[in-house]
Nanobody
Framework: QVQFVESGGGLVQAGGSLRLSCAAS??????IAWYRQAPGKQRDLVAG???????NYADSVKGRFTISRDKFKNTAYLQMNSLQPEDAAVYYC?????????????WGQGTQVTVSS
């Protein structure tokens, strides 16, 4: 079962940028997706990318976030620009279906994103 380690989170001012990384324990042909969970809320899909590079985004992040994938490094990335306070959450990654449903019950520790207004 593939495991993921997320990194790159931190504290940023509104309008700032962060780049998150998601390192997989082995190569996978599955789509990889980023999710986020704010305190007291459910974990929501943020963006997904197929093995061939097809991407999809939640409406709330379209035009601001970009997901990418380095197949040789078994790593996925999430470039987040124009961050807003409502983007603050713990961000996780996982293998997913083409529609963004997480396939593994094993979640990493996530990486915290905090956005100050």
């Amino acid at each position: 079962q593939v495991q993921f380690v997320e990194s790159g989170g931190g504290l940023v001012q509104a309008g700032g940028s962060l780049r998150l990384s998601c390192a997989a324990s082995r190569n996978t042909f599955n789509p990889i997706a980023w999710y986020r969970q704010a305190p007291g809320k459910q974990r929501d899909l943020v963006a997904g990318i197929s093995f061939s590079g097809t991407t999809n985004y939640a409406d709330s992040v379209k035009g601001r976030f970009t997901i990418s994938r380095d197949k040789f490094k078994n790593t996925a990335y999430l470039q987040m620009n124009s961050l807003q306070p409502e983007d603050a959450a713990v961000y996780y990654c996982n293998i997913a279906t083409s529609s963004g449903i997480a396939l593994s019950n094993s979640w990493g520790q996530g990486t915290q994103v905090t956005v100050s207004s």
